[in-house]
């Protein structure tokens, strides 16, 4: 086939390059079009657009067969041709490359970062930035993102091989190699970084006075390995986990907020299907009356909320849930969701699943202020807090806002949203005005004839 002078007249571009002569930077373009449009690299042609030639061309050929099989990842030959076409006593070397199926493609002894992806920018080869690079492994069928190598190589693992010695697992390069936190040669992976004491990912935990975002109680940051963070967040949320008692005649009975279970798996839940690709921490909120988690990435595609509802589960991080399985964190796959409903099974509200295509929340409301409720005269639903207050009521006639303080031992600011949310309700009324008022209840011919059990 001759050579194409038009193109080559037209000189250097998005699918077009010349080089004098291999160098070591030719893969750097070779990369380049494989993640962009493709394109054809010519050898033996300058940068003026004069054609030199290859001197000893069947070396050059195999120089750069070798840097395509063992310098590029994901492997790429099916995506490279060959040819060398002779201009009088010159021979040049095309190499078409066609636009690759497993992008990002990389530079092997660099790794998926800007200095081992490349892009065409015009004429040029640039590194490509850390936005575009998640963007391929977004769009890519692919290596998964947890398989590729780590981009940071000086990793430890410090409270991962001592979770796996408290659980009387094994642990060693070929426990890691099997779990893909590293590959046979003794790279470490995403996945491999994600469960070592330099991981970059945190969750943070925020405790809010009341029903809003408005006044801090606590704030923490949990860092370092996926299995430390999961230790530290379920620690923290257990110490706000409070537990109230009731006494029923002679027994008292003794309630968590939330159940165990539920935090568990939602915590587990954020961390195991989470999108690593993504630089931001998982969060999560507890306010009176609710926790939410929320961690990066929504549903995978294909999967809705009825789905993960009957159990079925489609893992983003199917290796890490792997590791999580075999360290008996979890039971089996696609139980956690039911798990949670099952927990709240007796309680009028629910917990809450959204997602958007960037995140996913579960909101598990408190059973001690909201799912506790019972149905009341008019089909009315009261919380269990503000049963309390109509019995109080029931007993004074009247109460100020103390009075729900004192008896609820709860803030000045609960007290008034327990009040506003009765007064929504239709259940009491405000007599009065300023430091002066008073609450009463809203009679009707069913309260009348209800009894204070």
Known sequence: MALDMERIKDGENLTTEFKREYTDEIKKAIVAFANTEGGTLYIGINDEKSIVGVDNHDDTLLQLTNVVCSAIKPDLTLFVDYETEKVGKATVIVVNVRRGTARPYYLAGKGIRP??????????????????????????DGEKYEEVQSSNQDLTFTE??????????EWGLPQMISLKLATTEGSFTNLGLFLSDQSPYTVKLAVFE????????????????????LNDAYGFLDMYNHTHAEVEGLYRNDKRDYPEDAIREALLNALVHRDYAFSSSTLISIFDDRIEFVSIGGLPKGVSFDD???????????????????????????????KIMRSYADCIKKPELQST??????????????????????????T??????????????????????????????????????????????????????????????ADQNRTDA
Request: glycine content about 10%; cysteine-free; charged content about 25%.
């Open 115 to 140: 200095e081992g992806v490349y892009v065409r920018h015009g004429p040029s080869s640039v590194p490509a930035t850390e936005a575009v690079i998640l963007n391929m492994i977004r769009e890519t």
């Open 160 to 169: 991962t091989a001592g979770e796996f010695k408290l659980k009387d697992l």
């Open 210 to 229: 009341g029903l809003e975002k408005e006044i801090f109680k606590d704030r923490r940051e949990f860092a370092g390995s996926l299995i430390k963070q």
């Open 308 to 338: 993960i509802l009957l159990g079925i589960s489609v893992a983003r991080n199917e290796n890490l849930a792997n590791v999580f399985y075999r360290l008996h964190l979890i039971e089996a796959y696609g139980t956690g969701i039911p």
């Open 357 to 382: 295509n960037n995140a996913f929340k579960i909101t598990l409301p408190n059973k001690n202020t909201n799912s506790a409720s019972r149905k009341v005269t008019g089909g009315t639903s009261f």
């Open 384 to 445: 269990e807090s503000e049963e309390k207050i109509m019995k109080l009521l029931n007993r004074r006639g009247s109460i100020v806002r103390k009075d729900i303080e004192a008896a609820l031992a709860v803030s000045q600011a609960m007290a008034v949203r327990l009040l506003r949310g009765l007064i929504d309700k239709g259940a009491i009324r405000a007599v009065g005005g300023g430091k002066k008022i008073r609450y009463v209840k809203l009679t009707t011919g």
